[in-house]
């Protein structure tokens, strides 16, 4: 069973309207957890990134937040541009070492 | 800072041959490079750990004599695909782990075996 799970597995959104994106996830103990942004065909770039200690974090129009005791993280985007259309992937780092747990993803395809 | 760069971005081989794979840090000392692989509408997973100048460490499943990898210094690692097959057609990820113990990936390689 995968220990990260997103969703929903995609959306569609008019530009300019916002959307959240769900993370669930098992990894314990962990260390941080981070947003990626993937466009197709190219590697997946940091948004954010939270440790055990924070709450949200905010790079733009993408805000995250993280709650370490229900093991959930969101992303929110706001006010949507075409360029935002990518798939969006929550990553938890394990705390005892350097591996990754990756979820799935949310492909978000924003529409004009 | 912490740029990791792939070659080539997209390589089409025939079935039979070999094709390599290269990961740089451009800008920092990377003692460990990881290995991904991402099949379409799918997330990316682990194939190897690559460790300088010692053997890299393989996820269950990955076959180590088909998907070589050498990391030769510290700011390069190289995957080679040997005796490629069209289920080899993928996208291949590399990370490289800064000091600050983050992976920071790679902008992705696209293979096709025809």
């Known amino acids: 069973k995968n220990q990260v799970e997103q969703s929903p597995q995609s959306l569609i959104i008019l530009e300019g309207k916002n959307c959240t994106l769900q993370?669930?996830?098992?990894?314990?103990?962990?260390?941080?957890l981070r947003w990626y942004k993937q466009d197709t065909g190219r590697g997946p770039v940091s948004l954010t990134i939270m440790t055990f200690s924070e709450n949200t974090k905010s790079n733009g129009r993408y805000t995250a937040t993280l709650d370490a005791d229900t093991k959930q993280s969101s992303l929110h985007i706001t006010a949507s541009q075409l360029s935002d259309s990518a798939s969006y992937i929550c990553?938890?780092?394990?705390?005892?070492?350097?591996?990754?747990?990756f979820g799935a993803g949310t492909t978000v395809t924003v529409r004009a | 800072g912490a740029v990791v760069s792939q070659h080539p971005s997209w390589v089409i081989c025939k079935s039979g041959t070999s094709v390599k794979i290269e990961c740089r840090s451009l800008?920092?000392?990377?003692?460990?490079m990881f290995w991904y692989r991402q099949f379409p509408k799918q997330s990316l997973m682990l194939m190897a750990t690559s460790n300088e100048g010692s053997k890299a460490t393989y996820e269950q499943g990955v076959e180590k004599d088909k998907f070589l990898i050498n990391h030769a210094s510290l700011t390069l690692s190289t995957l080679t695909v040997t005796s490629a097959h069209p289920e080899d057609s993928s996208f291949y990820i590399c990370?490289?782990?800064?000091?600050?113990?983050?992976?920071?990936f790679g902008p992705g390689t696209r293979l096709t075996v025809t």
């Open positions: 990553v938890v780092r394990w705390s005892n070492d350097y591996k990754l747990s």
């Open positions: 990370s490289a782990h800064g000091l600050d113990y983050e992976q920071y």
């Open positions: 800008d920092f000392q990377a003692t460990t």
């Open positions: 993370c669930n996830y098992t990894v314990s103990p962990f260390s941080n």
